[in-house]
């Protein structure tokens, strides 16, 4: 629990968040930093952002993968409170009632989805959600752990981004996930 607290502190702190008692909060100082980040040139980059020990392997700005060399492990963050993910998550609610998309139910919304066509993903994947911010690591850094991190984020993007996609696996799957 300690390793997984730590490891969202990181997450955040990286993306230049504050976390407080409702979730992590984009700082102004850092806002325009993450939009910066989330150009187009920088998606899927894979460079050394800044010689902190980690590398960003894709950030759209409201999903942000990075590879943190020594401590070993992928984290991958999916901020909650972006215009993007809020609009879907307002959809998936009036599609189904239960799929208020906090980060639990996220959680609960990725693992079903994951299960129908990544299990290969959800086998590497723990999960840390908030209520702001939907944290995951693979505690693998090899080249098929970074396969799967960059499959994992292109399938959260198309998720976030395809409403068609997300709303008709809810309609099919809906009933089945275990929504917090």
């Given at each position: 629990?300690?390793?997984?607290?730590?490891?969202?502190?990181?997450?955040?702190?990286?993306?230049?968040?504050?976390?407080?008692?409702?979730?992590?909060?984009?700082?102004?100082?850092?806002?325009?930093?993450?939009?910066?980040?989330?150009?187009?040139?920088?998606?899927?980059?894979?460079?050394?952002?800044?010689?902190?020990?980690?590398?960003?392997?894709?950030?759209?700005?409201?999903?942000?993968?990075?590879?943190?060399?020594?401590?070993?492990?992928?984290?991958?963050?999916?901020?909650?409170?972006?215009?993007?993910?809020?609009?879907?998550?307002?959809?998936?609610?009036?599609?189904?009632?239960?799929?208020?998309?906090?980060?639990?139910?996220?959680?609960?919304?990725?693992?079903?989805?994951?299960?129908?066509?990544?299990?290969?993903?959800?086998?590497?994947?723990?999960?840390?959600?908030?209520?702001?911010?939907?944290?995951?690591?693979?505690?693998?850094?090899?080249?098929?752990?970074?396969?799967?991190?960059?499959?994992f984020g292109k399938i959260m993007q198309t998720l976030v981004e395809d409403k068609e996609v997300t709303l008709e696996f809810l309609e099919?799957?809906?009933?089945?996930?275990?929504?917090?």
């Open positions: 629990m300690v390793r997984k607290n730590y490891r969202m502190l990181v997450a955040a702190m990286t993306l230049g968040l504050s976390v407080c008692g409702c979730g992590p909060v984009v700082t102004e100082s850092r806002q325009a930093s993450i939009e910066n980040m989330s150009s187009e040139e920088n998606i899927n980059r894979g460079e050394n952002m800044n010689n902190d020990g980690f590398t960003t392997i894709m950030n759209t700005g409201y999903l942000n993968i990075v590879f943190y060399e020594e401590e070993e492990y992928i984290s991958i963050a999916l901020l909650l409170e972006r215009d993007e993910v809020i609009e879907i998550g307002e959809q998936m609610q009036k599609k189904n009632p239960n799929a208020y998309m906090h980060g639990y139910n996220w959680e609960a919304f990725l693992n079903k989805y994951l299960e129908y066509n990544a299990p290969e993903i959800l086998a590497v994947l723990d999960t840390d959600p908030e209520a702001g911010m939907y944290a995951a690591y693979i505690n693998e850094t090899d080249d098929h752990a970074k396969e799967l991190a960059e499959k099919q799957y809906g009933d089945e996930i275990e929504w917090d």
